[in-house]
């Protein structure tokens, strides 16, 4: 069976450091691997996605994910955070057939100014 | 539609009433699946739609809990007899069948309280 790991629920980062959120995984097979991000009272909007090809992945708002078979991790980064990044994050995972997405507990990301 | 709509967008309810909540998915979407954000849990999975096929509801929490989808567009997800631990928001969200590379497109959710 899938399962994610989010191993932090909140991560603090000053407004134009670097930012990470981990996320690592288990599935059987080849991951098809996701981010989502939720702002306040707003369902979750699609980030980016990781199929096959590059390890590392670009998405919207400026974020990417770097795959790491070998460390079975997924995490999401972003060379300079801004204010209005602040949300929560979600890593899913779903293997190969047409099985629902699995998500992590989800991670809070504050950027303070 | 242009996205997944959810209603109501908040249902307050008395413990032991049945409460419906509603999806309509994005036009074309065949896929259809139900998750439940509670605080601190992420998002569970519930339920899911793939075209005509027998649904997966191997996330269902309970007898009290089922799922419909007619025509292959919208669904309803009922609860009977709530409870208080049934207090969450639900998620629904639709992706083009057989597409395992595609993400989800979510709906803004239903707030459920049970008082």
């Known amino acids: 069976a899938q399962s994610v790991a989010q191993p932090e629920d909140q991560v603090n980062v000053a407004e134009g450091n670097p930012l990470t959120v981990k996320c690592t995984y288990s599935v059987s097979g080849n991951p098809y691997l996701f981010w989502y991000v939720q702002y306040p009272n707003r369902g979750l909007q699609f980030l980016l996605k990781?199929?096959?090809?590059?390890?590392l992945v670009k998405g919207s708002y400026g974020f990417e994910a770097e795959f790491n078979k070998s460390q079975t991790s997924f995490h999401l980064k972003k060379p300079s955070a801004l204010v209005s990044d602040s949300a929560l994050y979600f890593c899913a995972v779903r293997d190969e057939g047409n099985t629902p997405l699995v998500f992590g507990k989800g991670t809070r990301l504050s950027v303070i100014a | 539609g242009a996205g997944v709509s959810q209603s109501p967008s908040n249902k307050v309810t008395e413990k032991g009433k049945d409460v419906e909540l509603r999806c309509d998915p994005i036009?074309?979407?065949?896929?259809l699946y139900w998750y439940r954000q509670s605080l601190g849990q992420g998002l569970e999975f519930l339920i899911y739609f793939q075209g005509n096929s027998a649904p997966d509801k191997s996330g269902l929490p309970s007898d009290r809990f089922s799922a419909e989808r007619t025509g292959g567009s919208v669904s309803t997800l009922t609860i009977q007899r709530t409870q208080q631990e049934d207090s969450a928001v639900y998620l629904c969200?639709?992706?083009?069948?057989?597409?395992?590379?595609?993400?989800?497109?979510f709906g803004s959710g239903t707030r459920l309280t049970v008082v």
């Open positions: 990781y199929i096959t090809g590059d390890n």
């Open positions: 969200a639709s992706s083009l069948l057989g597409q395992a590379n595609y993400g989800y497109t």
């Open positions: 036009s074309g979407h065949t896929a």
